[in-house]
């Protein structure tokens, strides 16, 4: 079992930066592949940006590359999700996600195990 807790959403105006953080326990953290996810009123929750169990590998939704920047430190059971130059179209609530690390590399939400509540993250215009 993985507990998940999301923390640093809020309010920003666009083109401004915040940065997710999603603190991981239960379990060996390094043991997951871990995942970010939205999900906006109204709209299917769609991919963000996964990182690979070790770090050495990660992968980005069009709609969010060059802008977003995922990572994490398994001394700190921790992923982050660092956001850069948000837009309106970003306001969402961003989840975590951790799926475990012989499974194969996903995108798709409905692999993920386990799940943390989710951080609202609003784009000012």
């Known amino acids: 079992q993985v507990q998940l807790v999301e923390s640093g959403g809020g309010l920003v105006q666009a083109g401004g930066s915040l940065r997710l953080s999603c603190a991981a326990s239960?379990?060996?953290?390094?043991?997951?592949?871990m995942g970010w996810f939205r999900q906006a009123p109204g709209k299917e929750r769609e991919f963000v940006a996964f990182?690979?169990?070790?770090?050495?590998?990660?992968h980005y939704a069009d709609s969010v590359k060059g802008r977003f920047t995922i990572s994490r430190d398994n001394a700190k059971n921790t992923v982050y999700l660092q956001m850069n130059s948000l837009k309106p179209e970003d306001t969402a609530v961003y989840s975590c996600?951790?799926?475990?690390?012989?499974?194969?590399?996903?995108?798709?939400?409905?692999?993920?195990?386990?799940w943390g509540q989710g951080t609202q993250v609003t784009v000012s215009s």
């Open positions: 239960g379990s060996t953290f390094s043991n997951y592949h």
């Open positions: 996600a951790a799926c475990w690390f012989r499974s194969a590399i996903t995108f798709r939400a409905d692999e993920y195990e386990y």
């Open positions: 990182i690979i169990w070790s770090g050495e590998y990660t």
